[in-house]
């Protein structure tokens, strides 16, 4: 797991560590001390800790102007016992929707396993983006059945071509456009 790295090849776009509104803003990161495990498995030391023991983030790209935001994601999602979902949404989504962005892109396909406790802090996110959205791309097959048992995919667009987008070759515009596009026709 140590040589998963979070994608950087949007990093001359934005640095999360760089952006004054950021949850990251001033952080620093090490190339070479592997501080941060999931189980007794390292992990690559850009990941963004959350305080949470078995999940880590990346915010890859934010446009306050188009207000979308894309982060990818790394780990085991547990609600049951680590509530990931609260810690997630107090203090990085919140912090993030102060500035008026009100479209998700959570990149899924490093999460192994999801573990639900209830939807509470999902209708919450959900409630809260208004005209907004909330979309999970690439999560494995048995994490999004997980989701869907846990109806938790009455909050989230997921699923359909949301399971295979080729977003690594794409901008982080092309990519939010492709989404958006999506969900509009999802939701109508």
């Not at 592997?34 to 446009?63: C, E, G, M, R």
């Not at 048992?149 to 949301?162: C, E, F, M, R």
Request: charge should be negative.
């Amino acid at each position: 797991m140590q040589d998963l790295e979070p994608f950087y090849n949007w990093r001359h776009l934005y640095i999360a560590s760089e952006d004054e509104r950021s949850p990251f803003y001033e952080r620093g990161y090490s190339e070479f001390e592997y501080t941060n495990s999931i189980y007794n498995y390292a992990i690559h030391p850009q990941w963004d800790d959350i305080d949470s023991p078995t999940l880590y983030i990346k915010i890859l790209f934010v446009d306050y102007d188009l207000g979308f935001a894309i982060i990818e994601l790394i780990g085991e999602w547990n609600d049951c016992i680590n509530n990931d979902i609260m810690t997630l949404k107090r203090d990085i989504i919140e912090k993030i929707m102060e500035y008026g962005v009100n479209k998700f892109i959570l990149i899924g396909e490093n999460v192994l396993n999801f573990h639900y406790s209830d939807d509470c802090y999902y209708e919450e996110w959900f409630e809260e983006v208004e005209d907004g959205w909330i979309a999970f791309l690439n999560f494995r097959d048995h994490v999004l059945k997980e989701f869907n048992q846990a109806n938790i995919d009455y909050y989230i667009v997921s699923g359909g071509k949301l399971n295979d987008v080729a977003w690594r070759t794409s901008t982080p515009l092309q990519l939010f456009e492709k989404v958006d596009a999506y969900v509009q026709k999802r939701l109508t």
